[in-house]
C-alpha cells in the first residue's frame, strides 16, 4: 500500500510508520480515493457471523462478530414474583460487560466509561423497541413470571461496540429456549425435568406451549463515524479514536426508526447526513437479518 | 453417591485416569499482544496478555525485573445458577494470586526490568478445573506474546474418590467434597510449582493421586506443544520462509 504524492512525510516514510505518527492524515489520505486502511468502500460493513448456541449453561446464546468486534450474549431464566402494580409481566436485565482481555485500554480494577453507556443504551434500545412483550414472560398472574438476565460480554473491542452487543442480544433472544415448569402442591414452581416431553407429566406444566419467545420486532443498529463530508460505516476503534463524531442509528426490522444517537461531539449533523445514514442503515439492516436467519435455519436443522 | 460404577467408568463414561477433550485456539482476541481459548471438557476460559508495557503505577516499578499482574473473573452465566457475586469476591482475588505466581515462576522477569505484564482471565463456562484450564491459557496466551519463559507451566488437577484416584475432576466431582489436588508443573524442568489440596488424604494415597495430576500436567504440555508448533508453523508459512 504504497502512498504516492503529496509534499509531506508520507512519500519518504514506511507506512506503518506514518500510520502510527500521522494516524489523521493516513486516514484521511484514505478517504480521498474513497477507500479505507482494510480495504473496504466508506459504506460497507465488515464481515459479520453469528453462531447460536455458544454457552451450554444458559437458556438462549449467541457469539457474534463484526470484524474483528466480537460479543458472547447469553440470557438465563430465573422465576421471580411480579410487582403489584404488573401483576402479569416479567422483567429482564441487561448487563453490558468489558473484561480487561477485550481491549488494551480497559484497565482491571477502574471501570470502564464506555460499558455503562453501552449498557444503558441497550436496555433502553431493547425495551423500548417493543422487541419482547413483557407479557409473555409471565407464568402465573400475581404470582410468578420470568425474570430474564441478560449478560453481554465483549471478548474482543475493536470498535462499533453498540452495533455488536445488540446484535449479540438479538441473537441471543432468538436463541432462547424457556424450559418447562410446573406449579407444585406447595404454590411453587418447579422445573419439569427434561426427557419428560411425550410421556406423562406429575404435575400439568405452566408453559407447555411457550417453549420459544415471541419476538415482535428486531432491533438492527448501525454506527457510523462522521468525519468533514465523509460518512464511514461500521468504523473500527482506531477510525472511532480519529474521527470527529459518530452517528448510531437504530431501525427495527420493518425499516422504522427506534432510535438516533449522537453523543455530543462537533456539531455538524446536518439533516442530510442523517439521511445519509439512515440509508446506510437500511442497506445494513437488510445484509444483518440475511445473516441472523441464516443463523437461525441453521440452528433448527442441527 | 457412586462416582465410579463397578465397571470402572465415571459419571461422565470416562475412566480414571482419562482426562477430558482438550481444545485450544490461539490469537483469539486481536488488539491484545497475546491470547488463547483453552477448554478442558464444558470448562471454556478465555486468556488475554498485554505486555510488556510501561508500568502504569510507578510506585509498583521494580528496577531490576518486570511487574506481573493477573485478573481472573467469571462470567455471570459461566455456573448453572447464574452468579450475583460481585467482583473481586475472595474467590477470584485467591486464583488470580495463585494464577499470577504460578506465570511468574516461569516468565523470565529480571529480562525485562521496568515494565508491566498483564494477565487476564476469564471463565466463559465453568465445570470444574478452572484454576487448571486458567493456567493453561495464559500458558499459551504469554507464549504467542512472545514473551521469554523457562518453560510452559501446565495444570491439571486430580481426586480420590470411591476409593480411586480420578484424573481431572468435573464439577460434580469437584463438589462432592472429596480431596482436589491441583498441581501446576513445569514439565521440562521437572518441577512442581503450584500444589493445593483440600480434605484429608492419607499420605501414600496422595502420593498416588499427586503423580496421577503430573501425569495430567504432562499430557497437557504434550498437547500445548503441538498447538505452538503448529501455530509456529502456520506464522512461518505466512512469511513465506
Same mark, same amino acid.
Given at each position: 500500500m504504497a502512498v504516492t504524492g503529496g509534499s509531506d512525510l508520507s512519500s519518504e516514510m514506511e507506512v506503518d510508520a506514518f500510520r502510527r505518527l500521522f494516524p489523521l492524515r493516513f486516514h484521511e489520505r484514505h478517504l480521498l480515493e474513497s477507500i479505507r486502511p482494510d480495504g473496504r468502500s466508506l459504506g460497507k460493513a465488515r464481515d459479520t457471523t453469528i453462531a447460536l448456541g455458544a454457552v451450554t449453561s444458559a437458556n438462549g446464546s449467541a457469539l457474534t462478530k463484526i470484524g474483528c468486534t466480537t460479543m458472547l450474549a447469553a440470557v438465563k431464566l430465573e422465576v421471580m414474583t411480579p410487582t403489584q402494580e404488573s401483576p402479569d409481566e416479567g422483567c429482564i436485565a441487561v448487563d453490558f460487560h468489558m473484561p480487561p482481555i477485550c481491549s488494551p485500554a480497559v484497565r482491571p480494577g477502574r471501570p470502564s466509561e464506555v460499558a455503562p453507556v453501552v449498557a444503558k443504551q441497550l436496555s433502553d434500545v431493547i425495551l423500548s423497541s417493543g422487541m419482547i412483550n413483557l407479557k409473555d414472560l409471565s407464568l402465573v398472574s400475581g404470582k410468578a413470571a420470568w425474570m430474564a438476565y441478560l449478560d453481554i460480554y465483549c471478548l474482543d473491542a475493536d470498535g462499533s461496540l453498540f452495533d455488536a452487543a445488540l446484535l449479540s442480544a438479538v441473537a441471543a433472544f432468538s436463541h432462547l429456549q424457556i424450559p418447562v415448569v410446573s406449579l407444585s402442591d406447595e404454590g411453587r414452581i418447579v422445573l419439569v425435568p427434561e426427557g419428560n416431553g411425550g410421556g406423562k407429566f406429575e404435575k400439568e406444566p405452566v408453559n407447555k406451549e411457550k417453549r420459544k419467545l415471541k419476538l415482535c420486532t428486531l432491533p438492527f443498529s448501525l454506527t457510523c463515524a462522521l468525519h468533514k463530508n465523509y460518512i464511514l460505516a461500521d468504523p473500527t476503534s482506531e477510525e472511532e479514536s480519529i474521527m470527529e463524531t459518530q452517528l448510531t442509528v437504530v431501525l427495527d426490522s420493518s425499516g422504522l426508526l427506534v432510535s438516533l444517537n449522537k453523543p455530543g461531539g462537533s456539531v455538524f449533523a446536518h439533516t442530510s447526513v442523517i439521511q445519509d445514514c439512515v440509508a446506510l442503515a437500511r442497506q445494513r439492516l437488510k445484509e444483518v437479518k440475511l445473516i441472523l436467519n441464516e443463523a437461525i435455519s441453521d440452528m433448527d436443522v442441527d | 453417591m457412586e462416582f465410579v460404577n463397578p465397571e470402572g467408568l465415571r459419571l461422565d463414561g470416562r475412566r480414571a485416569t482419562e482426562m477430558r477433550q482438550f481444545?485450544?485456539?490461539?490469537?483469539?482476541?486481536?488488539?491484545?499482544?497475546?491470547?488463547?481459548?483453552?477448554?478442558?471438557?464444558?470448562? @471454556?476460559? /478465555?486468556?488475554?496478555?498485554?505486555?510488556?508495557?510501561?508500568?502504569?503505577? @510507578?510506585?509498583?516499578?521494580?528496577?531490576?525485573?518486570?511487574? #506481573?499482574?493477573?485478573?481472573?473473573?467469571?462470567?455471570?452465566?459461566?455456573?448453572?445458577?447464574?452468579?450475583?457475586?460481585?467482583?473481586?469476591?475472595?474467590?477470584?482475588?485467591? /486464583?488470580?494470586? #495463585?494464577?499470577?505466581?504460578?506465570?511468574?515462576?516461569?516468565?523470565?522477569?529480571?529480562?525485562?526490568?521496568?515494565?508491566?505484564?498483564?494477565?487476564?482471565?476469564?471463565?466463559?463456562?465453568?465445570?470444574?478445573?478452572?484454576?487448571?484450564?486458567?493456567?493453561?491459557?495464559?500458558?499459551?496466551?504469554?507464549?504467542?506474546?512472545?514473551?521469554?519463559?523457562?518453560?510452559?507451566?501446565?495444570?491439571?488437577?486430580?481426586? =480420590?474418590?470411591?476409593?480411586?484416584?480420578?484424573?481431572?475432576?468435573? =464439577?460434580?466431582?469437584?463438589?462432592?467434597?472429596?480431596?482436589?489436588?491441583?498441581?501446576?508443573?513445569?514439565?521440562?524442568?521437572?518441577?512442581?510449582?503450584?500444589?493445593?489440596?483440600?480434605? @484429608?488424604?492419607?499420605?501414600?494415597?496422595?502420593?498416588?493421586?499427586?503423580?496421577?495430576?503430573?501425569?495430567?500436567c504432562k499430557a497437557v504440555a504434550n498437547y500445548i506443544r503441538d498447538i505452538l508448533m503448529e501455530n509456529t508453523k502456520r506464522l512461518e508459512c505466512r512469511r513465506g520462509v
Open positions: - | 481444545r485450544a485456539e490461539i490469537g483469539v482476541v486481536s488488539r491484545a499482544d497475546g491470547s488463547a481459548v483453552f477448554e478442558m471438557g464444558n470448562t @471454556k476460559v /478465555i486468556a488475554a496478555v498485554y505486555g510488556p508495557r510501561e508500568v502504569q503505577n @510507578k510506585s509498583q516499578q521494580i528496577n531490576d525485573k518486570a511487574v #506481573v499482574r493477573c485478573e481472573y473473573s467469571m462470567a455471570n452465566f459461566s455456573t448453572g445458577d447464574r452468579m450475583r457475586k460481585p467482583k473481586g469476591d475472595r474467590r477470584s482475588t485467591e /486464583i488470580s494470586l #495463585v494464577i499470577r505466581q504460578t506465570m511468574e515462576a516461569c516468565i523470565l522477569t529480571n529480562l525485562m526490568p521496568r515494565s508491566q505484564i498483564d494477565i487476564f482471565v476469564q471463565v466463559l463456562q465453568a465445570d470444574g478445573g478452572t484454576r487448571s484450564a486458567c493456567i493453561n491459557a495464559a500458558t499459551l496466551a504469554l507464549a504467542d506474546a512472545g514473551i521469554p519463559m523457562r518453560d510452559l507451566v501446565t495444570s491439571c488437577s486430580a481426586g =480420590y474418590l470411591n476409593s480411586t484416584a480420578l484424573l481431572d475432576l468435573n =464439577y460434580v466431582e469437584d463438589s462432592a467434597g472429596g480431596p482436589d489436588v491441583t498441581v501446576g508443573f513445569l514439565p521440562k524442568l521437572d518441577k512442581v510449582t503450584l500444589l493445593q489440596m483440600d480434605a @484429608k488424604l492419607p499420605q501414600d494415597t496422595f502420593k498416588n493421586v499427586m503423580e496421577l495430576a503430573i501425569e495430567g
